[in-house]
């Protein structure tokens, strides 16, 4: 499996973004799928996972209530829609998937490249 993220970009404080992630190779529809971040200097954490089905979800307290996460079936993308951004909110955001692992630690099997979201004060 190929994982492409895409989608961000400068966004001010306060706004919204919508990143995704496209899978390549094999239909995910059967993939729990989470989000992580790293900012300069810091180390990845997580952000947002979803299992196969979308039926379940689970976020870091820092995003809880802000982003959203979404896997429409069948349509191969995952998405992370992150409203009311902070500054804090910035770092490269890297998707990941799994056929089996769900949870937020990084232990999925595969890895998107990263896109970069900033937002500015």
Known sequence: VQLQASG?????????????????????????????????????EFVAAISWSGGSTYYADSVKGRFTISKPYAKNTVYLQMNSLKPEDTAVYYCAADPTYYGLTDEYDYWGQGTQVTVSS
Do not use: D
Request: with cysteine; glycine share 18%.
């Open 8 to 44: 961000g970009g400068l966004v001010q404080a306060g706004g919204s973004l919508r990143v995704s992630c496209a899978a390549a190779g094999r239909t995910f529809n059967n993939y729990n799928m989470g989000w992580f971040r790293q900012a300069p200097g810091k180390e990845r």
